[in-house]
């Protein structure tokens, strides 16, 4: 079944403690995203990967990194996470073309305390 | 810049009930216009799309017309049933950024027996 799995799906933390939401792909996508989701604001997307090895800032990258050594894989990393970071995560991945949709993982729901 | 705005909800309907949800965009260029559909506890799962002006996308009784014109690409559905409860996503797709996804704010629609 080709799907996007993120892990885990639900997670506490406390600040400053390093953590890392993994994001793996089996539709040999091209293109990963990671989005966060807030009340009112809609997803915001992080960080992008249009390739292994090419990746780079979305709107909202501060504080998060990413990796892309293997095309199915698309770790978050939260180096020092912060109360402002508490949201829902989402991993997305798609073909290369615009017209083509973009298909999500479940979603990550993260609070950092 | 690009940007996609959506009705404020959350909309209430009774079963049976005709459902218009409005979404209009600004963008540079011809992107593509998307809906999507987030069901509780669900990552975003793709409902239509159209790529370009005038196109209608269809799915599951819901239509949504790429209007170039008045920037526009609201969601309808005809009669409305208490499993299209859920949470809808306007979004335009670009070229760039990996085939970013700007997204609207969301509307909850919820549909009562």
């Known amino acids: 079944e080709a799907q996007v799995t993120q892990n885990p799906r639900y997670l506490i933390t406390v600040t400053g403690k390093k953590l890392t939401v993994t994001c793996s792909q089996n539709?040999?996508?091209?293109?990963m995203s990671w989005y966060r989701q807030d009340p009112g604001l809609g997803l915001r997307q992080i960080y992008y990967s249009m390739n292994v090895e090419v990746t780079d800032k979305g709107d909202v990258p501060e504080g998060y990194k990413v990796s892309r050594k293997e095309k199915r894989n698309f770790p978050l990393i939260l180096e020092s996470p912060s109360p402002n970071q508490t949201s829902l995560y989402f991993c997305?991945?798609?073909?290369?073309?615009?017209?083509?949709?973009?298909?999500f993982g479940q979603g990550t729901r993260l609070t950092v305390v | 810049g690009n940007s996609v705005t959506q009705m404020e909800g959350p909309v209430t309907l009774s079963e049976e009930a005709f459902l218009t949800i409005n979404c209009t965009y600004t963008a540079t260029g011809y992107p593509s216009l998307f809906w999507y559909v987030q069901y509780p506890g669900e990552g975003l799962q793709l409902l239509l799309k159209a790529t370009k002006a005038d196109d209608k996308g269809s799915n599951k009784g819901f239509e949504a017309t790429y209007r170039k014109e008045t920037t526009s690409f609201h969601l309808e559905k005809g009669s409305v049933q208490v499993s299209d409860s859920a949470v809808y996503f306007c979004a335009l797709g670009l070229y760039n950024q990996g085939g970013k996804l700007i997204f609207g704010q969301g509307t909850e629609l919820s549909v009562k027996p």
């Open positions: 539709m040999n996508h091209e293109y």
């Open positions: 997305a991945s798609r073909p290369a073309g615009v017209e083509v949709e973009a298909f």
